[in-house]
């Protein structure tokens, strides 16, 4: 484990990470067997990880983003871009979010480069199998506003968008209950209008920052029904074909388990339904499959 150097720069996320192994809700798809969707349930816990999936000579291939976005991952896909033609490429995501300011580095980074975006978990295939891409995947938090970097962006029916308020990593397990001083609130206002004016050059509406801010940490993350998709503006096509020419997009192996949310402008939650646990832990980058509690990051 690596104690992050500045929470000034990353000591906000959107609350709602896996980091420190909270549980998602509803189903991770299963490849075939549980312990393959096991596997990446803990690859989304890890620091955001970037690989090539080729498919040729039937596609280009697409580039495959898993995990959460963490100081290093700017620097991660820098090196992963090296002598390579990513222009124009497509990201399929599978993050659980991260920090605010290193994701709208890299989202800008993805916008300069024209980069398509998606979500869902990539299938390499094998001898006889062409690489797919499974539609049951999650894309929450500051995954979100790396989508929306997408010059062109294609959400599957099956996959689950989510998005919460922006926090301190530190004090999201309690926020309640938790002490914040005056320099607290001016950080996370900064930062709030940094993902306001990277939200509107993304081509975002400001529906998106409305959604996400109006989510406490004490309440469970709010995945984005079909009509919040388009009203912010985070889709930009219904076809697959636009982000994925050529590539088979595989049926989820098994149903959701949990139903898809409200609206959230639509309906308020039942009253008196206990809300989901969730944490973060911008403080502390994981370095192995397991994931430890937050520890306070020093000013």
């Not at 869902?120 to 790396?146: D, N, Q, W």
Request: glycine share 10%; hydrophobic share 45%; proline share 5%.
């Amino acid at each position: 484990m690596r104690l992050l150097n500045s929470l000034n720069l990353r000591g906000w996320l959107l609350v709602g990470t896996a980091v420190c192994g909270v549980a998602l809700a509803g189903a991770v798809a299963t490849f075939g067997s549980s312990a393959r969707a096991g596997a990446a349930l803990e690859e989304r816990k890890l620091p955001m990880k970037f690989s090539w999936v080729a498919c040729e000579p039937n596609c280009r291939g697409w580039i495959s983003a898993v995990g959460i976005i963490t100081a290093d991952t700017p620097k991660d896909f820098e090196e992963f871009s090296r002598g390579r033609q990513l222009g124009g490429a497509t990201v399929v995501l599978d993050s659980s979010g991260g920090s605010v300011n290193d994701a709208i580095t890299l989202g800008r980074r993805f916008r300069n480069l024209g980069l398509l975006t998606t979500v869902g978990v990539s299938l390499r295939g094998g001898k006889s199998a062409r690489p797919a891409v499974t539609p049951e995947a999650y894309c929450e938090s500051m995954c979100v506003f790396l989508l929306l970097a997408g010059k062109k962006r294609y959400v599957p029916e099956a996959a689950h968008v989510r998005v919460h308020q922006i926090w301190m990593g530190d004090r999201a397990n309690d926020a309640k209950a938790a002490s914040y001083s005056a320099q607290d609130l001016m950080i996370v206002e900064r930062d709030i209008g940094r993902l306001a004016k990277y939200t509107f050059d993304m081509g975002g509406a400001g529906d998106l920052l409305s959604l996400a801010l109006s989510v406490p940490p004490w309440e469970q993350l709010h995945e984005l029904d079909a009509g919040e998709l388009k009203l912010t503006n985070l889709v930009t096509t219904d076809l697959v074909a636009d982000v994925l020419p050529h590539v088979d997009i595989s049926a989820p192996a098994m149903a959701e388990l949990a139903p898809r949310t409200q609206a959230r402008f639509a309906a308020e939650p039942e009253q008196g339904q206990p809300a989901k646990s969730t944490k973060t832990a911008e403080a502390l980058v994981p370095t192995g499959s397991a994931a430890a509690p937050a520890t306070a990051a020093q000013k």
